[in-house]
């Protein structure tokens, strides 16, 4: 599934994924969340329930999210990828 958002340009769901755990690893509300993903209301809820379901964000506070440790060594698995840090150079040169 591939998503159209207009300021970041196409992205999959790994992508999204990955901003969302970026974002959230510091704590964040869902809204403040929504908002600098880029995401709608309905996509916000649907990846949320994915990604607390697996134990890679939990919630703390009152309605404030955050990156468990599990989803930190996903990001940083993510980071040490070859075809993470391919993609992300094609998509640089793509954009000059």
Avoid: P
Avoid at 29 to 36: A, C, F, G, N
Avoid at 72 to 82: D, G, R, T, V
């Amino acid at each position: 599934m591939i998503l159209r958002v207009s300021s970041m340009g196409r992205r999959d769901r790994h992508d999204i994924i990955i901003d969302i755990l970026r974002k959230a690893s510091s704590g964040t509300r869902k809204t403040e969340l929504m908002s600098d993903v880029g995401l709608s209301y309905t996509q916000t809820k649907q990846y949320l329930n994915v990604l607390l379901n697996n134990g890679l964000l939990e919630t703390i506070e009152k309605r404030r999210l955050r990156t468990t440790k599990k989803g930190l060594e996903f990001l940083e698995k993510c980071s040490e990828c070859f075809l993470f840090s391919w993609e992300k150079q094609r998509r640089k040169a793509a954009s000059k």
